[in-house]
């Protein structure tokens, strides 16, 4: 059964604390991403990686980290810098084209809903 | 920084109508994509239409683009209670990185 898995599903946060958010896909997919969406908002994209051990920022990086040590597996840390996490977390990953493809369907998790105390 | 802006931001229709939403992007693009997102949950993809591409069709689904314009819409037909949902439209730039650009989606409520 292929897809995208995110854990956990509900996070709570004390302030000042830094937080892991997990996710894992087994779509042989080389690109992730992860996403940040505020109560009625689109998303807005925290960053990427297009290949494991590289990754880049997004529009709003400040205050997050990743990794992509394994091409299954790109956890976000939200950590005690960025001053609103709270927020709808949500992770996608897609296949990578080369130069001259056109598609990049991306396949979603179903997210974490983060709540800082 | 939101590319595509949706058009309405909220629609409320009865079931049987066609349901229509806007998207304008402001840079030149590879595609655009349509996903759907139920509250709560993650986004699903619903169609994508290439930059050299005018019109698709999926179902009950029918995207136009119009590249001259950096416009798209996406139609459904005969909605039903069950297409009850956010829908946003997505931008892959023609240059520069790989990743899409969301606007901010349109709530449709279709009403039994």
């Known amino acids: 059964d292929g897809g995208i898995t995110q854990s956990p599903k509900y996070l709570f946060r004390k302030e000042g604390q830094n937080v892991t958010l997990s996710c894992e896909q087994n779509?042989?997919?080389?690109?992730m991403y992860w996403y940040r969406q505020d109560p009625g908002q689109g998303l807005r994209l925290i960053y990427y990686s297009q290949i494991v051990n590289d990754f880049q920022k997004g529009d709003i990086a400040e205050g997050y980290s990743v990794s992509r040590e394994k091409k299954e597996s790109f956890p976000l840390t939200v950590t005690s810098a960025q001053k609103n996490p709270t927020a709808f977390y949500l992770c996608?990953?897609?296949?990578?084209?080369?130069?001259?493809?056109?598609?990049?369907?991306?396949?979603f998790g179903p997210g974490t809903r983060l709540t800082v105390l | 920084s939101q590319q595509g802006e949706e058009d309405p931001q909220a629609l409320s229709i009865q079931e049987g109508e066609n349901a229509t939403m806007n998207c304008s992007y402001k840079?030149?693009?590879?595609?655009l994509q349509w996903y759907r997102q139920n509250s709560g949950r993650g986004l699903v993809h619903l169609i994508l239409i290439r930059s050299n591409e005018r019109e698709k069709h999926s179902g009950r689904l029918r995207v136009t683009l119009d590249t001259s314009k950096k416009s798209s819409s996406l139609l459904i037909t005969a909605s039903r209670a069950a297409d009850t949902a956010s829908y946003f439209c997505a931008t892959e730039p023609g240059t520069g990185r790989r990743a899409l650009t969301f606007g901010s989606g349109t709530r449709l409520q279709v009403q039994p």
């Open positions: 840079t030149s693009i590879n595609n």
């Open positions: 779509l042989n997919h080389d690109a």
């Open positions: 996608a990953s897609s296949i990578v084209g080369g130069s001259g493809t056109t598609y990049n369907e991306q396949f």
